[in-house]
């Protein structure tokens, strides 16, 4: 068996090969090769923790396994992260189990390369200014995805502690991108692609504010009673995501499903536009918005890349199980 540490993860994989990894899992789920097992996920009545498993199997590539972890939230308290996770591969021909790798950072790296995907897929090819509501943990990587995949000229940012805003401004300066900090009616009228990555309750962006040839990842809403954007946008855009059961239970769907906004059937799976099923954007005016969950294909699917890698560099620890 294969240990890749946490510590090793950030020297092994690229956001590119994770963008890789989720393009390819995506295309296959919508195939019907590659489906996700039911989730757990229950607060444990100790440390007031969350805890469960985001499990699944891909007949393609062969990736088999578990992502097991949660929320501690008193782990900062101990100088850990709040968010822990560790993802368990298996063999698909003996079940033996093949690999325990760090989850933390990879993570971080497939819910940014989900977001890219849909950007890829999605948003205007003439895009040019990027929105981010949200500026947490996530969010920088997020948008240093995004700005791999249109040649973005400005990054606008709203977050509703302006103060952490300074952390995607610091992004785009990295990437010689002006930054300004905006309210949510300037977003909206400004920018071509927005990504919300926040953990809101509430509906923050109205769908007035939002301008035709819009496309949108809403990635913060992956529990029930999360709500990032007006239900109503979700009723006039064309709505895609990673998984359609979901989208519809814990994500940004839920809302405009119950409200009777949306019907189950118009949404599309991302990976059906990446295998070319599906045409994606039809038209220069239409709002595509990604709802972006977070599924566990996701997770094995960078955790085998980093496998992969790890053996071809020899940084694998391998012990004998
Ligand atoms: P974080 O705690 O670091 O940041 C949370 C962000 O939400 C901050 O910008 C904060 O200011 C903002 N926020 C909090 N309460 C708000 C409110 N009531 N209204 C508006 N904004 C509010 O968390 P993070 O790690 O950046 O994750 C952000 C969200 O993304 C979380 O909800 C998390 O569960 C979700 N997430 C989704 C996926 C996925 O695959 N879809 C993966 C990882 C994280």
């Known amino acids: 068996m294969i240990i890749v540490p946490e510590r090793e993860i950030a020297g092994l994989i690229s956001a590119s090969d994770c963008f890789t990894a989720i393009e390819q899992v995506f295309a296959s ?18 440390a007031d923790a969350l805890y469960g498993f985001k499990s699944g199997f891909d007949r393609k590539s062969l990736a088999l ?72 943990h996530q969010s920088t990587f997020q948008l240093r ?44 009228a400004e920018a071509d692609v927005i990504i919300t990555i926040t953990s809101s309750f509430a509906p923050i962006l109205k769908a007035a504010q939002v301008r035709p040839g819009t496309h949108l990842a809403c990635m913060g809403t992956d529990t029930k009673g999360k709500q990032e954007v007006e239900a109503e946008l979700l009723g006039t855009a064309t709505v895609f995501t990673d998984e359609i059961a979901q989208s519809i239970s814990i ?11 949306l019907a189950v059937e118009d949404i599309i799976e991302i ?15 239409e709002v595509t918005l990604y709802d972006g969950t977070g599924v566990g294909l996701q997770d094995l699917a960078v955790a085998s890349a980093v496998v992969d890698l790890a053996i071809a560099k020899g940084v694998a620890i391998e012990v004998d199980f």
């Open 251 to 261: 994500g940004e769907a839920q809302h405009a499903i119950n409200a009777g906004l």
């Open 145 to 188: 995805a995004a700005l791999d995949q249109r040649p973005f000229e400005k990054v606008l940012g709203w977050n509703i502690v302006p103060e952490d805003l300074s952390r995607l401004e610091a992004v785009a300066s990295e990437k010689g991108l002006p930054f300004e900090h905006v309210d949510l009616d300037r977003l909206g």
């Open 29 to 46: 789920m919508a195939a019907k090769s590659a489906y996700n097992f039911p989730v757990i996920r229950e607060a444990i009545g100790y």
């Open 65 to 136: 396994g578990l992502k097991s972890g949660g929320f501690w939230p008193k782990n900062m308290e101990k100088g850990l992260t709040n968010h822990q996770s560790t993802v368990f591969l298996f063999d698909a021909d003996t079940g033996r189990c093949r690999a325990a790798v760090g989850g933390n950072l990879l993570t971080a790296l497939r819910t940014a390369a989900a977001s890219a995907v849909s950007i890829k897929y999605l948003a205007r090819p003439d895009s040019k200014v990027i929105g981010m509501i949200g500026a947490g």
């Open 271 to 285: 990976g059906a536009v990446v295998n070319g099923s599906h045409r994606g954007r039809t038209s220069v005016d």
